[in-house]
């Protein structure tokens, strides 16, 4: 009677472990995750919003890209332990577009496809 008290207790003292530790781990996540917007003022159309989230996307520690082609801007949840919105941006101009005040680089704006550079 006495060993099977102690095992429930020791179960229950080890899902209460479990559990805070989890609970530190996602207030960890929430700490160290950025959401910011990024003005894409150059893109023209949907191959545009496809290329720019697979740039944003192909930065580690980007968690989260929606890019809306309407408002010309894109919304980035990141690890901002792991990349920051310099590299974003870095990333987005690399792929011939521009990032906020940041200019396209010129070789990847020219090899856009037509319908993708500017009027
Ligand atoms: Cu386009």
Known sequence: MKTKTISLLTVVLIALFLNI?????????????KT??????SMQ????VEKVTEAINSVEGVEKVSVDLDKKNATVTFNSDVT???AIEKAIT??????????????????????CKKP
Request: hydrophobic share 25%; with cysteine; aromatic share 4%.
């Open 21 to 33: 530790n989890s609970v530190h781990a996602t207030a960890n996540d929430i700490q160290h995750s």
């Open 84 to 86: 920051s919105k310099k």
């Open 45 to 48: 159309c949907d191959m545009c």
């Open 94 to 115: 690399s792929a011939g577009y521009d990032a906020n005040n940041k200019k396209a680089d010129p070789e990847a704006y020219d090899n856009l496809s037509g319908c």
């Open 36 to 41: 910011i917007t990024i003005k894409l003022n």
